[in-house]
């Protein structure tokens, strides 16, 4: 069974900065394609990162393109999600979830575990 932890949520500025971490265990970590969601209170859970097994490939939501990064370290079993230039829009629970499948999904329901969740929240 695949364990997600998240971690580096806050509270930040408008224009501000912060690096989250979601920690895997359970299983080969290299093996999982590996995405950042985020829901914000009163919406449905949405895209925001990807990234393949080896990073060679990520992909972004509209959104955030620009302003965030995704990356990973299969020696640290670890993948993150910089984020900087942070708008009050950003603000809401970011999830990571892993998936076995290659094509780099952005649905939620093409992912097989998630974390539970860090709160993010950009104050203007």
């Known amino acids: 069974q695949v364990h997600l932890v998240e971690s580096g949520g806050g509270l930040v500025q408008a224009g501000g900065s912060l690096r989250l971490s979601c920690a895997f265990s359970?299983?080969?970590?290299?093996?999982?394609?590996m995405g950042w969601f985020r829901q914000a209170p009163g919406k449905e859970r949405q895209f925001v990162a990807v990234i393949s097994t080896s990073s060679r490939t990520t992909s972004y939501a509209d959104s955030v393109k620009g302003r965030f990064t995704i990356s990973r370290d299969n020696a640290k079993n670890t993948v993150y999600l910089r984020m900087n230039s942070l708008k009050p829009d950003d603000t809401a629970v970011y999830y990571c979830?892993?998936?076995?499948?290659?094509?780099?999904?952005?649905?939620?329901?093409?992912?097989?575990?998630w974390g539970q969740g860090t709160q993010v929240t950009v104050s203007s």
């Open positions: 359970g299983r080969t970590f290299s093996t999982y394609a």
């Open positions: 979830a892993a998936t076995r499948t290659t094509s780099l999904p952005v649905g939620v329901a093409s992912y097989d575990y």
